[in-house]
């Protein structure tokens, strides 16, 4: 289902992608899922199998497309994070049967959708049971070299405002993490991870693999099947 429609935070026209069972036997669990910088939501419906993958769960697959955003609140811009933690989530509660229960909730994200995934987690905590994050950037210091045009997001503000806070945090949600050993983004995933506490429940597994969808389409199967979701 593609769901366009006008949210107040962002004042504006915004798209959602969700991928729903054909069959609905009650309150569904729900899964968020981050893109990447260089794409859009609809990466993950075209450049990917998670369709297939969720097919069988009970659980609605919720992809917002949030292009070149960060996925954070914009000092003279939008406020991403606000409409991805709050108003997305009671607008879709409204529309569709999601259950309310923490428990039933998941989060995924790539690159981009990586460092959103944890930023959501390391400011509410309470409000996943799980998650999976791919190749994640953690270092906002190497943005300018990725979009050299990032002062449309953050202005002239340090990059280091908006830096992945309190990652002790980290330590309440059990993450499925992964990034392949070839990926450019590799060393600076094993120093965050020196860095931080992961909760115990956590798996972290090194693979060869770039920054690119074959790794992450090869990496997704076992990241779902490690996820408790329900058929």
């Given at each position: 289902?593609?769901?366009?429609?006008?949210?107040?935070?962002?004042?504006?026209?915004?798209?959602?992608?969700?991928?729903?069972?054909?069959?609905?036997?009650?309150?569904?669990?729900?899964?968020y899922v981050l893109h990447g910088l260089g794409d859009d939501g609809s990466a993950?419906?075209?450049?990917?199998?998670?369709?297939?993958?969720?097919?069988?769960?009970?659980?609605?697959?919720?992809?917002?497309?949030?292009?070149?955003?960060?996925?954070?609140?914009?000092?003279?811009?939008?406020?991403?994070?606000?409409?991805?933690?709050?108003?997305?989530?009671?607008?879709?509660?409204?529309?569709?049967?999601?259950?309310?229960?923490?428990?039933?909730?998941?989060?995924?994200?790539?690159?981009?959708?990586?460092?959103?995934?944890?930023?959501?987690?390391?400011?509410?905590?309470?409000?996943?049971?799980?998650?999976?994050?791919?190749?994640?950037?953690?270092?906002?210091?190497?943005?300018?070299?990725?979009?050299?045009?990032?002062?449309?997001?953050?202005?002239?503000?340090?990059?280091?405002?908006?830096?992945?806070?309190?990652?002790?945090?980290?330590?309440?949600?059990?993450?499925?993490?992964?990034?392949?050993?070839?990926?450019?983004?590799?060393?600076?995933?094993?120093?965050?991870?020196?860095?931080?506490?992961?909760?115990?429940?956590?798996?972290?597994?090194?693979?060869?693999?770039?920054?690119?969808?074959?790794?992450?389409?090869?990496?997704?199967?076992?990241?779902?099947?490690?996820?408790?979701?329900?058929?």
């Amino acid at each position: 289902m593609t769901l366009k429609y006008n949210d107040t935070i962002l004042d504006n026209q915004t798209t959602i992608t969700i991928m729903l069972p054909d069959k609905i036997t009650g309150p569904l669990q729900s899964l968020y899922v981050l893109h990447g910088l260089g794409d859009d939501g609809s990466a993950w419906q075209r450049k990917t199998y998670l369709e297939t993958l969720v097919a069988d769960y009970q659980v609605a697959a919720i992809i917002p497309s949030l292009p070149r955003s960060w996925y954070i609140d914009q000092p003279d811009g939008q406020a991403c994070f606000s409409f991805l933690t709050h108003s997305l989530p009671t607008y879709l509660s409204q529309l569709l049967p999601l259950s309310p229960e923490p428990q039933d909730h998941f989060i995924m994200g790539n690159s981009m959708g990586g460092f959103g995934t944890l930023k959501w987690l390391n400011t509410y905590p309470d409000f996943f049971q799980a998650a999976v994050v791919l190749s994640p950037l953690v270092d906002l210091e190497i943005v300018p070299s990725l979009m050299p045009d990032y002062r449309h997001v953050f202005l002239d503000e340090p990059l280091t405002n908006y830096q992945l806070t309190k990652p002790f945090k980290l330590t309440q949600t059990p993450i499925y993490w992964t990034i392949g050993t070839d990926d450019f983004l590799f060393q600076q995933n094993q120093y965050f991870l020196d860095k931080v506490s992961l909760n115990p429940a956590s798996k972290v597994v090194f693979s060869p693999g770039r920054h690119d969808w074959l790794f992450w389409n090869q990496a997704l199967n076992q990241a779902l099947a490690w996820l408790p979701l329900k058929k």
